[in-house]
């Protein structure tokens, strides 16, 4: 049996929009268990973690470097195959990033992964966009209008970057959409469509 690897930040755990105590959809709802639900012969290691970076430091809380923990998960088991989602966190205005600085972060995921699998077994994918109005006081202040427009250019940079290095690209955004209600994380629809679009995207890589 395969075993993928779905490494993300919150839309991966399954933050739900709108709920103040970290509650997260159920197993029906988030898109790695749909995913799992749909591969009879693969097992999805969910690996999400809300606030997660691609590779830098959040002052406000520890643990969020998605490249330091990716490096201890990579030497402790194999994978046949690794899903990458992240992004959204480092277009905080505390990080002070721009797509190319985000873009970097991701490329420095990519490269520890590839030291462990084949470029055809990896899947990049650029996160949803940030809604309008998500640095709004009601939302996430820890965004402003910059990291809006700085998420809706992550799609071509990673997409490039994928090209590069030679691995397969999926844009989230292009299947899944931030609700309303927080301008952030998707809602269950959105869940189910990025399952079924990551499900045909490994299909048509072989993984499946």
């Not at 749909?34 to 999805?44: A, D, E, K, V, Y």
């Not at 505390?94 to 420095?108: H, T």
């Amino acid at each position: 049996m395969n075993k993928i690897l779905a490494f993300g930040d919150s839309n991966t755990w399954g933050f739900k929009p709108g709920t103040k105590n970290m509650e997260r959809y159920s197993d029906n709802e988030r898109w790695p268990k749909i995913l799992q639900n749909m591969c009879t012969n693969s097992h999805i290691v969910e690996e999400g973690l809300c606030g997660r970076t691609t590779a830098y430091e959040d002052k406000n809380v520890n643990g969020r470097n998605g490249l330091k923990t990716l490096r201890h998960i990579l030497q402790k088991e194999t994978y046949d195959a690794i899903i990458l989602m992240l992004g959204t966190n480092d277009c905080k205005t505390e990080l002070a990033l721009n797509e190319k600085d985000i873009c970097n972060g991701a490329k420095q995921c990519i490269d520890e992964i590839l030291k462990h699998i084949s470029c055809s077994s990896v899947l990049l994918m650029s996160p949803i966009l940030l809604k309008e109005d998500v640095f709004k006081p009601d939302k996430d202040p820890e965004f402003n209008q910059t990291s809006v427009e700085i998420c809706k250019k992550l799609k071509n940079e990673y997409k490039k970057l994928a090209k590069e290095e030679k691995i397969s690209f999926l844009a989230a955004s292009d299947f899944a959409y931030a609700s309303d209600i927080d301008c952030e994380h998707m809602d269950a629809q959105g869940h189910k469509n990025l399952a079924y679009a990551v499900y045909t995207k490994l299909c048509q890589m072989g993984v499946m």
